[in-house]
């Protein structure tokens, strides 16, 4: 199944579901350390990556990238995908924490303001019954320095982590985990965007049917108006216009 990729924009799209995802990486955690980086990718990066061939290179080299979004959900079943199902971040998130719930799998909490990722340890503590998380970091507005990465990259080794989540944003989370992935050695680093703000109730969720309907983006819209109708008024009709040139140059099915 993880070989079975669809593409969507020029970015290979795993083809399943949530349940197929946890049982192929939970089955690959005793193999060789090799830093696999997995995003959990929508129309925010699918547009990005059309507009920034670095953030499209940074997508094509991960080991999956899993379709955040039910507009990648319907895109993906118009090229011939008819198993694909949305894998929403926060809950493929909830599950990992489930399944490795009392086994010898470390995690490490990368994101979020201050503060943040060490409520997420207590979050996973109490709610998924998980007391596998190691440590935790929030990183700072800026990009970080040479010495910063290094010194996030000991702690992480040191703590003999298995998976590192990071929780930031598209598309800073996917360049990040690209650069940490130089100074560590873990199974899986794994980016989950607002799984972080949501678990500890930062941000309201949508509700199921509004995320089934596709409208999350408006729900959030309306939520966080100022940070991102900007985003939104470029996203919508870009993800559109995309796939549709797609279509009329007969590149979409092939």
Not at 45 to 56: P, Q, S
Request: net charge positive; hydrophobic share 40%; glycine share 8%.
């Amino acid at each position: 199944m993880k070989d079975s990729k669809i593409k969507i924009l020029d970015i290979p799209i795993f083809p399943g579901d949530i349940n197929q995802a946890v049982k192929i990486i939970s089955g690959e955690l005793n193999n060789d350390k090799d830093n696999r980086c997995i995003s959990f990718t929508g129309a925010h990066g699918l547009v990005y990556g059309e507009k920034n061939k670095k953030f499209k290179e940074t997508l094509n080299s991960f080991y999956l990238n899993l379709p955040d979004g039910m507009p990648g959900v319907w895109i993906g079943r118009l090229k011939g995908s008819g198993k694909i199902k949305r894998c929403y971040g926060p809950d493929f998130f909830s599950e990992m924490m489930k399944a490795t719930a009392g086994k010898n799998i470390i995690h490490y909490l990368c994101g979020g303001k201050e503060g943040i990722a060490e409520e997420l340890k207590s979050v996973c503590e109490i709610k998924f019954n998980n007391f596998n998380i190691a440590g935790t970091y929030s990183p700072p507005f800026r990009e970080m320095t040479e010495e910063e990465f290094i010194k996030l990259g000991k702690d992480i080794s040191a703590k003999k982590t298995d998976i590192v989540w990071i929780g930031i944003s598209t598309p800073k989370q996917e360049l990040f985990a690209k650069r940490l992935a130089g100074y560590i050695k873990v199974n899986f680093i794994i980016t989950v965007g607002a799984a972080f703000d949501f678990h500890t109730n930062k941000i309201r969720q949508a509700p199921k049917l509004i995320q089934n309907l596709g409208l999350e983006w408006f729900f959030r819209l309306i939520i966080e108006p100022k940070r991102l109708w900007k985003r939104y008024a470029e996203i919508v009709p870009l993800f559109i216009f995309f796939n549709l040139r797609e279509f009329i140059t007969g590149k979409f099915f092939k």
